[in-house]
Each structure stands twice: as structure tokens, then as C-alpha cells.
């Protein structure tokens, strides 16, 4: 039977940083994935999927090595702007004191990189095209079952599994659910005037409509709608859909044509009760889903990864157990508020920023103009956008 030290499960973004993360930190790591980890010899092309990752999210993405690789697909965020019908509030990286908020990074080159990444350390080993199906906790170690039978043993099991994690439903935990009844559409546009690196979300009545800049004339879309609009959209031929992009751009980035066609998501928010069981550990989507405003979904997943890496490090290179009670309480304890209180802050801030009563438009726009006008305010707007401890 193979031994690893820590098992996890999932080949996303999360379960391959946290790989080469604990890799570097000279422990034995078994990854597992449902889908393919191969190696593909070139970075894909940019899709309209897209990941901005505010600075410390950055600092941890950079720890991987992969960032000298990926910098030309990314785009500086220099500034965050908020447009709600005639108002608008706009951040700039320099009142922050940094050089950029953030980076938009295109998820494929992102994902590729990372395998790329983690097959160039002996101690990661990988197990794709076979999902985990089963587990249970032994006298010192967690006894893991796959798909095909194989059976592996481990001192740490991280699930990083996605929104439907098998591991959380394995360990039996259960989760609260938020419907959002909004779905998201993606795509790569181009357009005739320089984004200038400001990143801008429009609040619409169906949901929020954001513009990311990627690299040259060219943003990435998120357009938030309710499911029935959104379904209505897709079913637009091309020219069409860019006259409606061009109608909710306000013209801002001038005239658009579409670079990749557009793709659609459903958008769900999930928050699992308890962050770990015995042996196991969960983080990211394994843990909490969100909607896409403000961009905080797999920020919030680095913050998780940063935590349980410098837990379990520390556990090894004091000779101590790997998967220890007492680590994980420590774990739930750094990472249970952050995750609460932004799976609760989202859905709150998705839901006020949705709404079509002229009222509470008055009511948003007033609160931007306060924001606006203090400093104290809008420094903690900037902590919160960009994920700051205790913000
Ligand atoms: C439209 C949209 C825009 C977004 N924009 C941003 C943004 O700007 N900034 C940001 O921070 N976040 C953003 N997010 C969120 C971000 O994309 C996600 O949080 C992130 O991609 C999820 O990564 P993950 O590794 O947690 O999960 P996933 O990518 O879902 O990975 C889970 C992996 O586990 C595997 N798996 C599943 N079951 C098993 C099993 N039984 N055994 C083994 N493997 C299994 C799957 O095959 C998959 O590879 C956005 C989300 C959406 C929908």
C-alpha cells in the first residue's frame, strides 16, 4: 500500500498550490485528481475565465515560483472603480501605497503553470483520472480509498475538491446553501481604448457587470444576471451579444468585439458547518463558494492555503503529527472568521447591490458618497477589497 504524508484531494488551483507549497517545505505529498494533471507542452491560449488576485494573494501565488512564466498573460489592477448609475467611487493602488492592488490572472495559463510547477518536484506524487471515494481514520493516519480500488495511507488529508467535495460529504459534514438566482457569463473582449488598468464593476439592477483588463485592448467580462436574462443572453448570435455588451460598457473602453465566445456558470454559494474532521482539513471551494463580486473567491482560498501550510510545517519541523487535533483546531480557529464573515458579507452586498428599488439605489449611491469623502472610510474599503486580515 503507498504511504504519503499528506494526501490531497482535488488538482485545482488551490490543491496545486497547496502542493508546491508543502513541497517546498520538504514533505511528501500525494495529489489527487478527478480530472487530467497531464503536462501540456505549451500554455493554453486566455479563455474568458479569469482570476484577480489582490497582493497578498499574489505574495502567495509568487511563493509557487511560477510567476516569472505567467507575468506577460496578467494585467495590473492600478485602480478599483465602483459605477452605480450616475455615481462612482474609484480606488487608486497609490493612496494604498503599493504599485497595483492586484494581478488579473487567466485561469488556464494559471492552472497549466502550476502543473508544470508541481511535476518538477520528486515529492509530489500524482494520481489524476481517479477521484478519492472513500476514507476512514486509523490508529495514527487516515486509511483512503480511490475509485479504482487503490488504497493509499496518509497523515493529512486536504480536501481541496471543489464546491461538491467528496471528502466533506464522506466526512459527513454538512453545509449551509445560498442561491443567488443569478448566473454568471465569462469572456475575453477587445475593444478600441486603453482599459488604463482600472478595474470597474458596474452595480445593474440582474447583478454586477464587471471589466477586468487583461493584457493590451483586451478585458476579461463578468456579467451577473438573473438565471432567465442570462439564459436569454447566451442565446444571442454574436453581433448581438456585442451590441449588448456594447450597451452595458457605457463606452467606456470604446468599441467591443468579442474574442472568445461567451460561457456561463451558475452561480451557488456554499459554506461548509466545520472546516476540518479528524485528519482532514478543509480549503477552498471545499469550504466555501461564493459569487463573483468583488472578486474574493479564491482570495479567500489562498488565505486558507497560506494558514494550513505554516500550520503543518511547523508540526514538521518540530517532529510532530502531521494531522493533529489540536493543528486543526488551530486552523479552524485562524480561518472561520474570514470565512464567515465574507460568505456572509458577499450574499449581503450581492443582495443590496442587485436591487431595482430607485430607493435603495439613492440609498447605495449616498453611501459612496460618504465612503468618498472619508479617508478613514475608504481605507477600509481598500483593506476589505483587497482581503486584509481583520478588515
Ligand atoms: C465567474 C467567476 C469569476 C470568478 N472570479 C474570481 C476572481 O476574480 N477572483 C477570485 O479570487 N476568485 C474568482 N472566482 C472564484 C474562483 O474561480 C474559484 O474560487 C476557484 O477557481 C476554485 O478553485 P478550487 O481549486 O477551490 O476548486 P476547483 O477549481 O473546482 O477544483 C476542484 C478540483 O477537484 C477535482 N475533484 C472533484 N471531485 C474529486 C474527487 N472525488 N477526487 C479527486 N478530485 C476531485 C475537480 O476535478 C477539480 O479539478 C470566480 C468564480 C466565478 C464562477
Redesign the pocket.
Same mark, same amino acid.
Given at each position: 500500500m503507498t504511504k504519503t504524508e499528506i494526501a490531497i484531494?482535488?488538482?485545482?488551483?488551490?490543491?496545486?498550490i497547496t502542493a508546491i507549497l508543502l513541497a517546498q517545505k520538504d514533505m511528501d505529498v500525494t495529489l489527487?485528481?478527478?480530472?487530467s494533471l497531464a503536462l501540456s507542452k505549451e500554455l493554453p491560449e486566455m479563455s474568458g475565465?479569469?482570476?484577480?488576485?489582490?497582493w497578498e494573494?499574489l505574495e502567495v501565488v509568487k511563493q509557487t515560483g511560477i510567476w516569472p512564466e505567467i507575468e506577460e498573460f496578467c494585467a495590473p489592477l492600478n485602480t478599483l472603480r465602483i459605477m452605480d448609475g450616475s455615481e462612482s467611487l474609484s480606488f487608486d493602488a497609490e493612496e494604498a501605497k503599493l504599485p497595483y492592488f492586484g494581478q488579473?490572472v487567466p485561469?488556464g495559463i494559471l492552472r497549466a503553470a502550476l502543473i508544470k510547477k508541481a511535476h518538477s518536484f520528486k515529492n509530489i506524487h500524482f494520481i489524476d483520472c481517479?477521484?478519492?471515494?472513500d476514507f476512514e481514520e486509523k490508529d495514527g493516519y487516515m486509511l483512503l480509498r480511490l475509485?479504482d480500488d487503490r488504497e493509499l495511507t496518509a497523515q493529512l488529508l486536504i480536501a =481541496?475538491? +471543489?464546491? *461538491?467535495?467528496?471528502?466533506r460529504q464522506i466526512a459527513g459534514i454538512r453545509t449551509i446553501k445560498t442561491g443567488y438566482g443569478q448566473t454568471?457569463i465569462?469572456c475575453l473582449i477587445n475593444h478600441s481604448r486603453s482599459h488604463e488598468n482600472i478595474s470597474t464593476e458596474f452595480h445593474k439592477p440582474g447583478g454586477p457587470f464587471t471589466l477586468?483588463p487583461c493584457p493590451g485592448n483586451r478585458s476579461a467580462v463578468?456579467w451577473?444576471e438573473k438565471d432567465s436574462v442570462a439564459e436569454e443572453l447566451m442565446a444571442l448570435k454574436k453581433s448581438d451579444f456585442e451590441q449588448a455588451l456594447q450597451e452595458k460598457t457605457q463606452g467606456i473602453v470604446g468599441a467591443i468585439t468579442l474574442e472568445t465566445p461567451p460561457e456561463s456558470?451558475k452561480?451557488k454559494g456554499m459554506l461548509a458547518r466545520k472546516l476540518v474532521g479528524h485528519r482532514l482539513a478543509l480549503?477552498?471551494?471545499?469550504a466555501h463558494?461564493?459569487h463573483?463580486i468583488g =472578486?474574493? +473567491?479564491? *482570495?479567500?482560498?489562498?488565505r486558507d492555503i497560506k494558514a494550513l501550510v505554516a500550520l503543518v510545517a511547523r508540526q514538521k519541523s518540530l517532529g510532530l503529527d502531521l494531522g493533529s487535533l489540536t493543528m486543526l483546531k488551530e486552523y479552524k480557529a485562524l480561518r472561520r472568521g474570514d470565512t464567515l464573515t465574507r460568505f456572509a458579507g458577499v450574499a449581503g452586498f450581492c443582495a443590496i447591490t442587485s436591487k431595482k428599488s430607485k430607493g435603495i439605489q439613492r440609498l447605495r449611491q449616498t453611501g459612496m458618497k460618504v465612503v468618498n469623502k472619508s479617508d478613514f472610510l475608504r481605507r477600509q474599503a481598500m483593506r476589505i477589497g483587497l482581503g486584509m486580515q481583520g478588515s
Amino acid at each position: 500500500m503507498t504511504k504519503t504524508e499528506i494526501a490531497i484531494s482535488g488538482g485545482g488551483h488551490a490543491g496545486l498550490i497547496t502542493a508546491i507549497l508543502l513541497a517546498q517545505k520538504d514533505m511528501d505529498v500525494t495529489l489527487i485528481e478527478q480530472g487530467s494533471l497531464a503536462l501540456s507542452k505549451e500554455l493554453p491560449e486566455m479563455s474568458g475565465r479569469s482570476v484577480a488576485l489582490m497582493w497578498e494573494s499574489l505574495e502567495v501565488v509568487k511563493q509557487t515560483g511560477i510567476w516569472p512564466e505567467i507575468e506577460e498573460f496578467c494585467a495590473p489592477l492600478n485602480t478599483l472603480r465602483i459605477m452605480d448609475g450616475s455615481e462612482s467611487l474609484s480606488f487608486d493602488a497609490e493612496e494604498a501605497k503599493l504599485p497595483y492592488f492586484g494581478q488579473n490572472v487567466p485561469n488556464g495559463i494559471l492552472r497549466a503553470a502550476l502543473i508544470k510547477k508541481a511535476h518538477s518536484f520528486k515529492n509530489i506524487h500524482f494520481i489524476d483520472c481517479c477521484g478519492l471515494w472513500d476514507f476512514e481514520e486509523k490508529d495514527g493516519y487516515m486509511l483512503l480509498r480511490l475509485e479504482d480500488d487503490r488504497e493509499l495511507t496518509a497523515q493529512l488529508l486536504i480536501a =481541496a475538491d +471543489g464546491k *461538491n467535495s467528496m471528502a466533506r460529504q464522506i466526512a459527513g459534514i454538512r453545509t449551509i446553501k445560498t442561491g443567488y438566482g443569478q448566473t454568471a457569463i465569462t469572456c475575453l473582449i477587445n475593444h478600441s481604448r486603453s482599459h488604463e488598468n482600472i478595474s470597474t464593476e458596474f452595480h445593474k439592477p440582474g447583478g454586477p457587470f464587471t471589466l477586468v483588463p487583461c493584457p493590451g485592448n483586451r478585458s476579461a467580462v463578468v456579467w451577473c444576471e438573473k438565471d432567465s436574462v442570462a439564459e436569454e443572453l447566451m442565446a444571442l448570435k454574436k453581433s448581438d451579444f456585442e451590441q449588448a455588451l456594447q450597451e452595458k460598457t457605457q463606452g467606456i473602453v470604446g468599441a467591443i468585439t468579442l474574442e472568445t465566445p461567451p460561457e456561463s456558470w451558475k452561480l451557488k454559494g456554499m459554506l461548509a458547518r466545520k472546516l476540518v474532521g479528524h485528519r482532514l482539513a478543509l480549503i477552498a471551494e471545499a469550504a466555501h463558494a461564493i459569487h463573483p463580486i468583488g =472578486a474574493q +473567491g479564491l *482570495n479567500l482560498s489562498l488565505r486558507d492555503i497560506k494558514a494550513l501550510v505554516a500550520l503543518v510545517a511547523r508540526q514538521k519541523s518540530l517532529g510532530l503529527d502531521l494531522g493533529s487535533l489540536t493543528m486543526l483546531k488551530e486552523y479552524k480557529a485562524l480561518r472561520r472568521g474570514d470565512t464567515l464573515t465574507r460568505f456572509a458579507g458577499v450574499a449581503g452586498f450581492c443582495a443590496i447591490t442587485s436591487k431595482k428599488s430607485k430607493g435603495i439605489q439613492r440609498l447605495r449611491q449616498t453611501g459612496m458618497k460618504v465612503v468618498n469623502k472619508s479617508d478613514f472610510l475608504r481605507r477600509q474599503a481598500m483593506r476589505i477589497g483587497l482581503g486584509m486580515q481583520g478588515s
